[in-house]
């Protein structure tokens, strides 16, 4: 491949040409290589290569760069040529690895994300090119994946900025396991109400992390990094117990037992000690496990069913709960789901967000609070924000709802004054039937 974009190189320079390269990643493609194993991956990227390889001319090169990444040289191009003339190859790239392919006796779907560059204007080497490239397919990802992008400079900058952010994650952490200076991470509580009594039983706690320079940085510009890193096992090691003290507080407070939610990443639910962490953070909290639940998703579970339903059972016999977060977005089948020990299914926000119009969304949420009484599980629909989802919930007999409809993620103080609130005024907290008078004392809080 090196010798090839060389080649292409010196030809376009003696002859006052251009050359096209682009960077293609495989969306997905983990998933399927570690579910149905590395054979079907195998085949996977078999079917793939030709699906690409038919697309392009006789004398454009494809290369397995590695895993399941692709390069695709295109030479003899226009010089000073506009990249988005390369647009109708490159979707027509995209359909085709769009669609689905047979392995295993299933049939999978996976996309793609491609980062385009230009020589001479974004490289004169093959190694700027394959950097800026690969730049750009970054930023395809970052868009959402299943997307082509063309190279711009800003894109490194954007590079740069994950590098400062993720000396930052690694300075953060360490200073969290050195006990030393001001802490830079901290958790706010979302509060999860009972729909019928309107009690809050419980609440998700929610990572955010507070850089010294940048100030307050969204979870979505650094949980992936972190995950990518490593570092989101002893970040969520941290989480876990920080959760389980600020549970225990609230319980020697006065204030009942409340259940506190954990989410737990592919990388901590890989580690081997998982169950030995967890089981220290209560030790060290004296929380009763039972008040403890940690929420893990479909596709972290079917990367490696036998494994993940073991980790499980380990954390079920300590009395710890479990449930299924995002349920309906992964890729678990009905035989898999009943051997799963859990004790709650998460309806995914997607579902909830177009409940009060959308019929495919109120037949998939009505579909899924039925299996989950069906399997004797407590069903709860994250995403609630209107006062139309919240009816629809509740007619339909959802055990149990999150969202901005009832609040944010707040301050644990805050979650105290909120069901400091409910002890005062039992049932305050029941969505509609709530007073006019009372959503305002309840939502300033909140707020």
Wanted: aromatic share 6%.
């Amino acid at each position: 491949m090196h010798d090839r974009i060389d080649q292409a190189i010196r030809n376009a320079a003696r002859n006052g040409e251009g050359v096209a390269l682009a960077f293609v990643d495989l969306d997905g493609f983990k998933l399927v290589n570690d579910g149905l194993g590395h054979k079907a991956g195998d085949e996977l990227l078999k079917v793939v290569s030709e699906r690409m390889g038919a697309c392009l001319r006789r004398n454009d090169t494809l290369a397995r760069f590695g895993g399941d990444e692709f390069v695709i040289l295109l030479p003899d191009q226009g010089q000073g040529q506009d990249p988005k003339a390369l647009a109708p190859l490159l979707e027509k790239i995209r359909v085709a690895v769009t669609e689905p392919v047979q392995v295993a006796g299933q049939a999978v779907q996976v996309s793609c994300s491609m980062g385009v560059v230009m020589y001479p204007r974004d490289g004169l080497d093959a190694s700027a090119l394959l950097m800026n490239a690969d730049a750009a397919m970054y930023r395809a990802k970052d868009l959402g994946s299943n997307n082509f992008q063309f190279y711009a400079r800003e894109m490194n900058a954007s590079v740069e900025e994950k590098l400062v952010l993720l000396d930052g994650l690694r300075q953060a952490v360490q200073a969290t396991v050195d006990g030393a200076g001001e802490n830079s991470f901290y958790l706010l509580y979302q509060p999860k109400v009972d729909l019928k009594s309107g009690r809050i039983f419980g609440v998700e706690a929610l990572l955010r992390w507070r850089h010294p320079e940048h100030g307050v940085v969204p979870p979505q510009r650094f949980i992936g990094l972190a995950e990518e890193s490593g570092l989101i096992v002893p970040i969520g090691d941290w989480v876990v117990r920080t959760a389980c003290r600020q549970a225990q507080a609230w319980r020697e407070a006065g204030l009942g037992p409340i259940t506190v939610s954990v989410n737990v990443s592919a990388r901590q639910f890989e580690e081997a000690r998982l169950a030995d962490r967890v089981a220290a953070a209560l030790v060290d909290s004296s929380l009763p496990p039972a008040l403890l639940e940690l929420e893990v998703t479909e596709s972290l579970i079917m990367r490696d069913l036998q494994k993940s339903v073991a980790t499980m059972r380990e954390l079920k016999a300590m009395g710890v709960s479990l449930s299924i977060d995002d349920f309906g977005t992964g890729y678990s089948s009905l035989s898999a789901l009943k051997s799963f020990p859990i004790s709650r299914l998460k309806i995914d926000k997607s579902f909830v967000s177009d409940l009060a119009d959308n019929p495919d969304d109120q037949a998939i949420a009505m579909a899924v609070i039925s299996l989950g009484h069906k399997l004797n599980l407590k069903v709860i629909a994250e995403g609630v924000e209107t006062e139309q989802q919240c009816r629809f919930l509740r007619e339909n007999e959802c055990d149990e709802m999150q969202g901005y409809l009832f609040s944010k993620p707040v301050t644990a103080k805050e979650i105290a004054k909120l069901v400091e609130l409910y002890v005062a005024q039992p049932g305050c907290c029941a969505g509609l039937a709530m007073a006019p008078e009372e959503q305002v004392v309840v939502r300033a809080i909140a707020a």
